[in-house]
């Protein structure tokens, strides 16, 4: 079974650093894009980021430009967000998803539970 578990959220003061985890199993993670996403309530969801295992694409929000990295441990199957220098408007459930190929990613073809980062000002 293929499964992505998000993992890392929680409350953080404004100005702070989290790093959220998403572990991957079930698919050939050196093919696979693996992006980032996020929900605040009442809004849209929107990307954060993707980083591409298969041809090393790397893309960002310009929201989140310059605060988050993201980065991918092949070894572990793992793909992690570094966020940086958080606002309270980063607030918001952080889900990942993997698609085949390279990044931009299209649509997700797999998604993994949320993980909720609240940033208090």
């Known amino acids: 079974d293929v499964q992505l578990q998000a993992s890392g959220g929680g409350l953080v003061q404004a100005g702070g650093s989290l790093r959220l985890s998403c572990a991957a199993s079930?698919?050939?993670?050196?093919?696979?894009?693996i992006g980032w996403f996020r929900q605040a309530p009442g809004k849209e969801r929107e990307g954060v980021s993707c980083?591409?295992?298969?041809?090393?694409?790397?893309n960002y929000a310009a929201s989140v430009k310059g605060r988050f990295t993201t980065s991918s441990d092949i070894a572990k199957d793992t793909v992690y967000l570094k966020m940086n220098s958080l606002k309270p408007e980063d607030t918001a459930v952080y889900y990942c998803?993997?698609?085949?190929?390279?990044?931009?990613?299209?649509?997700?073809?797999?998604w993994g539970q949320g993980t909720l980062v609240t940033v208090s000002s």
């Open positions: 079930g698919f050939l993670f050196d093919d696979y894009a």
């Open positions: 980083i591409s295992n298969r041809d090393g694409s790397l």
């Open positions: 998803a993997a698609e085949w190929g390279a990044c931009p990613m299209i649509s997700g073809e797999y």
